[in-house]
């Protein structure tokens, strides 16, 4: 299967504008694509390697927060895992400068990888996330903080927004069952800075179906307490 061929097509349905259809992207997603197979056989990134789904669920899922994020914005992408979002933003957007912090090393030497092979303006960062975030030189210092399938938003919301500055923005990209995520979270978000700025429902188009999304976006308003974030463990069994 040619897979300059599937990406304009799983790139088109989904982006009917073509901003990500040239020759270029099309060519460096293709560079990625093979070396994430290739990695994939020594450390285990993902289970999703055919080239359909790594188009659909790894590039295009990961590349529908892009518009929110501002120009020339210091991100933080809070378990990156195997380098999604960080990755396909660092491809489409040479502006950013983004931090991708995880706590499997394993992973991030990928990250690390495809940052040279392309030249991506992307820092690896291995530790845990509600650590960083009482560091002095890493919190309330970016200007987004973006997470996908990590821990439910009511979690999510403590580890990530205590990363983000005054006026920056905390994005999460959930599946259908986020309105239900959002609804517990809501106080919590407000408790730790930060208030609701916009909602927005997509689809993702993969070869074979049709898969809702929804983006929360919060900006902080006001500094995140001091005592939060609390350890992993009180967070998870007492969430805001």
Same mark, same amino acid.
Request: net charge neutral; proline share 4%.
């Given at each position: ?73 210091? =991100?933080?992408? $809070?378990?990156? *895992? @195997?380098? /999604?979002?960080?990755?396909?933003? &660092? !491809? ?68 990530? =927004?205590?990363? $983000?500055?005054? *006026? @920056?923005? /905390?994005?999460?990209?959930?599946? &259908? !069952? ?63």
């Amino acid at each position: 299967m040619d897979f300059r061929e599937k990406y304009f097509e799983i790139m088109d349905k989904n982006f009917p504008d073509k901003r990500y259809s040239t020759d270029t992207l099309a060519e460096r997603f293709g560079i990625l694509y093979k070396e994430l197979v290739a990695f994939n056989e020594k450390v285990n990134l993902t289970a999703v390697t055919d080239i359909e789904g790594a188009i659909a669920k790894h590039f295009a899922d990961s590349l529908l927060i892009e518009e929110y994020i501002p120009q020339n914005a210091k =991100i933080i992408d $809070v378990g990156c *895992g @195997g380098g /999604f979002p960080t990755l396909p933003l &660092a !491809i489409v957007r040479q502006d950013l400068e983004i931090t991708a912090l995880d706590s499997t090393e394993k992973k991030l030497k990928f990250v690390s990888q495809m940052a040279n092979m392309l030249s991506l303006k992307v820092t690896t960062l291995p530790a845990r996330a509600e650590e960083t975030g009482r560091k002095t030189e890493y919190r309330e210092s970016f200007d987004v903080c973006v997470a996908r399938a990590v821990a439910r938003l009511n979690v999510l919301s403590e580890l990530c =927004i205590p990363l $983000v500055k005054k *006026g @920056g923005l /905390f994005i999460s990209c959930k599946a &259908a !069952i986020g309105a239900e995520e959002y609804d517990e979270a809501k106080a919590g978000t407000e408790v730790l800075g930060a208030k609701t700025k916009n909602i927005a429902e997509q689809v993702l188009y993969t070869a074979q179906e049709e898969q809702k999304r929804s983006i929360f976006i919060f900006e902080k308003i006001s500094a995140t307490p001091e005592k939060y974030p609390r350890q992993y463990a009180k967070i998870t069994k007492k969430p805001l």
